[in-house]
């Protein structure tokens, strides 16, 4: 069989953090991304303000359960890319965070630090091969 490289078929896009707008300063919390079959992922965090908003990832944690009981946050050598807690802002409308757990189940926990903040988060997972074979 041929072996599948490009994006189309070698990823997957979900929603991290629903677009929504904060209305009060303070934590967001993502929804379960389920990483099975992928090696890696990326988070891309969006800010829509054009006002003095700000957000940043507070933590991304990992689990092997899909209620995340017992997360833990993803150490610092498992991602790259923006630091955690570095903030966005409307100089710097979009952050983006390469992943790469070991366990199951990841979830991001971001922080609005002005009122009325609009945000979302995708997370594209990659590193799957269609023949079921994950980054050999």
């Known amino acids: 069989m041929t072996r599948m490289t490009d994006l189309l078929h070698n990823s997957k896009s979900v929603v991290a953090v629903a677009p929504q707008s904060v209305g009060t300063a303070g934590d967001v919390t993502g929804e379960i991304i389920d990483t099975q079959g992928f090696y890696s992922l990326l988070l891309d965090l969006t800010l829509g303000n054009t006002a003095s908003s700000k957000v940043k990832v507070k933590s991304i944690k990992e689990s092997d359960n899909s ?17 955690i807690g570095e903030d966005i802002d409307t100089l710097k409308s979009v952050g ?27 997370a594209t997972l990659f590193g799957a091969d269609v023949d079921g074979k994950i980054n050999e």
């Not at 995340?68 to 923006?82: C, E, H, P, V």
């Not at 983006?96 to 971001?110: E, G, H, L, T």
């Open 67 to 83: 209620d995340m009981s017992n997360a833990t946050d993803i150490a610092d050598t498992q991602y790259f890319g923006l630091a």
């Open 96 to 122: 983006r965070v390469n992943v790469i757990p070991s366990k199951r189940y990841v979830q991001a926990v971001v922080t609005t630090t002005t009122n009325n903040a609009l945000i979302c988060a995708t």
